[in-house]
């Protein structure tokens, strides 16, 4: 089954485009497909799917490659799918959000060997503004991949119930939020970088995650005011357990960064460098319980 939504309106005008499919165990898999190329603001989005294989994409032809795309401002999107072997690939194309409403993306998948791609602004005009990204995974082996070009954007992913699951997030622009909690089993990954293109301020991420073998990568390149990163069980309600973590952060600017850290458990590797051109202060607060921990910090630019 591949329906398309097709369509074009104003900020008062509401899509929804629902689709339900339920599939019996079968022989062979089924792959239950939503192609979307929707024109239009202020426009309601809805899409459930339920079963094995489900696809949105951006064409007809049976190519999981190419996005599905959003185009217009203020739209707010809703995505469900359960099953295992899920794929999303979404773009949404917008040229304002601050002041003008809160576009919106929920997005929620249940199953294994999920594969998840939302794209903001992927035509490099730097104008994604204000909108929100929640994200729930509930399975093992799934990937989500967020890009967003723009200011004052908010992700939440949170991924439960299971192990070898990853979140990757690529911003540019300023005062964007990053939110990631990984529990469950083992082999978890996160890697942030803020600042694709250039200097990005203000931003901040925070990561919590229990299990073992949980790997983190933050990479944040600063503009004029500094950026902040704040991992585990060093703020008062979160938690890095576990063992064999690794964290790595890496910030750049002309401001003051701070990076707050805590993890709990042993064979911890820590490695921490903040750099700015002019030598402004940098704060690395750490709070690390277990053994044969390694923790290497350099906040000095050579």
Known sequence: ??????????????????????????????????YVDQTGSGATVTMTQDGYGNVIRGTANGDNTTNAVIYGDNNQVNISQV??????????QTTTGNGQGNPTVNYSVTGNNANAVIDINANGQNTAESNTVNVTQTGNTTTLKVG??????SISATTAGGASNSVIANINGNN????????????????????VSGASSSNSVDITAVGASNTFAITQDGGTIGNSVT???YSAGSALTGSSNSVTVTQNGSNDNTANIGITG???????????????????????????NAITVNQNKP
């Open 83 to 92: 099953g295992s072997n899920n794929t999303l690939k979404l773009g949404m």
């Open 148 to 153: 967003i070009i723009g200011n004052e954007n």
């Open 231 to 233: 991992i585990g069980g």
């Open 266 to 292: 042993g064979s911890n590797t820590v490695s921490v460098y903040q750099g700015a051109t002019t030598g402004v202060n940098n704060i690395a607060n750490l709070k690390i319980s277990g053994s044969t």
């Open 1 to 34: 089954m591949k329906p398309s939504k097709t369509g074009a309106g104003s900020l008062s005008r509401k899509l929804t485009a629902i689709l339900l499919s339920t599939v019996m165990l079968m022989a062979v898999a089924a792959d239950n497909s939503i």
């Open 176 to 195: 964007n939020t990053q939110t990631i909690s990984l529990t469950g089993g083992g082999n978890n990954s996160a890697t942030v970088t803020q600042g």
